[in-house]
């Protein structure tokens, strides 16, 4: 194993641990969530809290999910799946999406339910003190998911993340419906509850469609193929470009060209080369996997894509 690729195993040991550790930290999150609203909403009978606490039930198993199953994205490569297991992250983080938009779609159900139902729920300051321990529970969980993934940059976390940011805002509709109901406005709460679960919806929607540009191989921004053909281009025996391809394989680029170089180089000298360019764009960031053919120059092959 080159020095180079020693780094990169050390990396993903490192980012598994911390994605573990996270994931973990947002399955208890809600879970402390789930105990403190289910039994507040059962107590005194309020559907708001009783409907964030469902709906913090859904993201209990996307959390679980991610754990068990997004971490093995960071697993070595085997017989089995010869490039890797980063695909699995984005299908987890699409998962997670998945049931954003369900559990939004339930709760504008049960908002427009909440507005023609006349609703039972008893004022109590208990409920108001579990809503902003449940707000407390989700920022705090929001910034540590968000600050850790800076590093390990997971879709999986970051779907994680903006459920948290999600979780903060139903909870806040929430306490303005109870707030609501002890001034005796009571249709309140469905009114804000119905406002936050679109946004919810939309939310969810932003993470799936992110997540599957990931798993149908995507290409990249302008910007990000400017500058792999950047990096092969300044390479000093490298006269030209072409059949560039830059692609998303899971939530790694993929990068595929023909080289072209002069044409009496030895095969040492050209894989040389070769090596050099590749170890050159696998030191840069979100670059999974390279693969390069040399071509002599001024041959006229049929090129797409020169310069």
Avoid at 180 to 186: A, D, Q
Avoid at 202 to 207: D, K, L, R
Avoid at 284 to 301: F, K, R, T
Wanted: proline share 3%.
């Amino acid at each position: 194993m080159t020095e180079q690729a020693s780094d990169r195993a050390r990396l993903d040991v490192t980012d598994r641990h911390r994605f573990t550790r996270v994931s973990l930290a947002n399955v208890l999150g809600n879970l402390a969530k789930i105990i403190v609203e289910g039994v507040a909403g059962i107590m005194f009978g309020s559907l708001a809290l009783l409907a964030d606490a469902a709906h913090s039930l859904g993201d209990l198993i996307a959390s679980i999910v991610v754990l068990f199953w997004g971490r093995t994205a960071y697993e070595a490569p085997d017989e089995s799946h010869p490039h890797g297991h980063h695909r699995i992250e984005p299908l987890a983080a699409l998962f997670v999406g998945s049931v954003i938009v369900l559990l939004g779609t339930i709760l504008l159900v049960e908002s427009i339910q909440g507005l023609l139902d006349e609703p039972l729920v008893e004022y109590s300051p208990w409920l108001v003190g579990a809503l902003l321990f449940a707000i407390a529970d989700m920022a705090i969980l929001y910034w540590y998911t968000t600050t850790v993934n800076q590093s390990v940059n997971s879709p999986a976390l970051n779907a994680l993340a903006i459920d948290c940011l999600n979780d903060i805002l139903t909870s806040t509709a929430a306490l303005i419906g109870i707030i609501g109901v002890f001034f005796g406005y009571l249709s309140l709460d469905a009114a804000a509850g119905g406002l936050v679960s679109l946004l919810v919806i939309y939310q969810g929607v932003e993470i799936g469609r992110e997540n599957i540009g990931y798993l149908i191989g995507a290409a990249p921004s302008a910007e990000q193929r400017g500058r792999v053909r950047d990096s092969l281009t300044d390479h000093p025996a490298v006269s030209g470009v072409h059949d560039l391809a830059v692609f998303y394989d899971g939530t790694k680029l993929e990068i595929e060209a023909h080289i072209e170089v002069d044409g009496d180089l030895t095969l040492i000298e050209a894989h040389d080369i070769e090596t050099e360019l590749v170890e050159r764009l696998l030191a840069m960031d979100d670059i999974g996997d390279v693969h390069l053919h040399l071509d002599p120059a001024g041959i006229g092959e049929w090129k797409e894509d020169t310069s």
